[in-house]
């Protein structure tokens, strides 16, 4: 691999880090500030309105962000004058669709919160996310150009301003506002700040893709396109419902405060996930331009370091879960942290799965994507639904755990069905050695963690823990450069970041 794409791909990689940062320790901020004014069940019926509005935003997206990302940056390395093309067509489908389904998630409020819910408490927040998702469909879509143009530190700074405002938004309601109204109120945030950032990219759009809103002047070929967006779109529906089939099926078969638990664990995996996988989002312009030798160089690298980052931090989690849901969500959550050590298990394929889909996409295999997401999500839905109403008979709190079971082989069969397909289409195998020794280092880490918590450790504080939490990392790292699982050249790498030009 040429240094220069190194360089290229590790600085857009560190935008990325620092943007998915500052997403998830603000989403977790912002988590940790509703769980505390909330509690439970309000919380369950957040998380219940939010997955809703999120799998009808799936089906208005079509994955049209991605197209446009696709095609324009091969256009703005090839033929400029495409842009507006593309822009121009691609924009006329996502106000369509993104109308009509909004509309339908407006007139379906009613009958789903008091029919299939059965709670009318989700009445006012679904009206409000009809709005919302509206907004948001078209902020996300003009945040597409800075992946374009690869002005990553835009999207970043986008993203700071989303938490920060949404954050200071959201605890002026919680002071302003009566508790009955705190859910409405929340809502009523998130389509206020999703305005002032659609804002934010239109005007910066116009600066970096000054040709964007001009008139077409170039015919582009719909058939390809239409054939891209019809798999896109299967995959951003099943994925969203993979994502939030579970809270829903849990809203519906159970009380509120058990989705709030749930979602209360599952969103700090997918918080720590969201951290651990900051390469992936500088992947697809770097598949885009590069041939099937330098994709799989990138690939595999990118894959060593998941797994050195993502292994240990999975075993971390199952041994310090209890304190962690302390810590973030106090202590009217403690009864997730049972379902926390179970969803440990499913950040590596999480995290691991996240590089699959810029290699298909950039390489135009979409429908092998789309066969991975839409197979996952209905086995997830068998899954969930069989386990759910299995355990139910034993308890509320069984059920739930059911709906980690269900996530979690999901995940693994997404997972290892990825990589059997890189191996097919590509010949993209990862050497073993990146999960075998990652595996070993993290087993003895926690050895030491386990000894420590039952024989010494009797009444852990915020001190102790995160004294233990550097203790294992130091541990983790000292093994794996003595089993080699990181090396001398793996640390060189990261100086061509402050190296000049």
Do not use: C
């Amino acid at each position: 691999m040429k240094k220069d794409i190194k360089r290229s791909l590790l600085k857009n990689s560190v935008w990325i880090f620092l943007l998915s940062l500052v997403n998830k320790i603000g989403s977790l901020i912002f988590i940790m500030i509703l769980t505390r004014f909330l509690m439970p069940e309000k919380f369950g019926i957040y998380s219940i309105t939010l997955s809703i509005a999120m799998i009808f935003l799936s089906i208005s997206d079509l994955g049209l962000n991605q197209v446009f990302t696709i095609y324009a940056s091969s256009a703005l390395s090839k033929n400029k004058k495409l842009i507006p093309s593309y822009h121009r067509y691609l924009f006329r489908i996502k106000l369509f669709s993104t109308l009509f389904i909004s509309l339908l998630l407006f007139f379906l409020s009613y009958p789903l919160s008091y029919y299939f819910f059965r709670n009318e408490n989700i009445f006012v927040p679904l009206l409000i996310s009809s709005v919302y998702i509206f907004v948001f469909s078209f902020e996300g879509f003009y945040t597409s150009t800075f992946y374009i143009v690869e002005k990553f530190r835009y999207v970043f700074y986008k993203e700071f301003l989303n938490q920060f405002i949404k954050i200071i938004l959201s605890i002026s309601v919680f002071y302003l506002i009566s508790i009955n109204y705190y859910v409405i109120g929340i809502f009523s945030v998130f389509v206020i700040n999703s305005i002032l950032l659609l804002f934010f990219a239109i005007y910066y759009t116009k600066k970096f893709l000054p040709n964007l809103f001009d008139k077409p002047q170039l015919n582009i070929n719909k058939q390809r396109i239409n054939k891209l967006i019809f798999y896109l779109s299967f995959i951003s529906f099943f994925s969203i419902l993979f994502s939030y089939v579970d809270s829903v099926l849990l809203g519906f078969f159970l009380s509120s405060e058990y989705v709030g638990y749930y979602r209360a664990a599952i969103s700090l995996i997918i918080t720590i996930a969201g951290i651990l996988s900051f390469p992936t989002g500088a992947l697809l312009p770097a598949f885009s331009k590069e041939d099937s030798y330098n994709t799989q160089k990138i690939f595999n690298r990118s894959f060593k370091y998941l797994m050195i980052i993502t292994i240990p931090a999975s075993f971390g989690i199952a041994i310090l879960g209890k304190y962690f849901m302390k810590l973030i969500f106090g202590n009217s959550f403690l009864q997730a942290s049972s379902i926390l050590y179970f969803l440990s298990l499913q950040l590596i394929p999480l995290v691991g799965a996240n590089i699959f889909g810029p290699i298909f996409s950039a390489k135009e295999k979409i429908n092998i994507t789309t066969k991975l997401v839409v197979l996952t999500s209905i086995i997830n839905l068998i899954l969930n639904i069989i386990l759910i109403k299995s355990f139910l008979f034993i308890s509320p709190m069984f059920a739930t755990f059911g709906a980690a079971f269900a996530s979690i082989l999901s995940w693994y069969f997404y997972f290892g069905t990825g990589l059997f397909y890189l191996k097919k289409e590509f010949h993209f195998i990862p050497p073993k050695e990146y999960i075998i020794k990652p595996l070993l280092s993290s087993l003895l880490m926690s050895f030491v963690l386990i000894f420590l918590n039952t024989h010494i450790i009797k009444d852990m504080n915020l001190i102790l823990g995160l004294s233990e939490v550097f203790l294992g990392a130091i541990i983790y790292f000292l093994t794996s450069f003595l089993i080699k699982s990181i090396k001398k050249e793996d640390l060189m790498l990261f100086k061509l970041l402050f190296k000049n030009d």
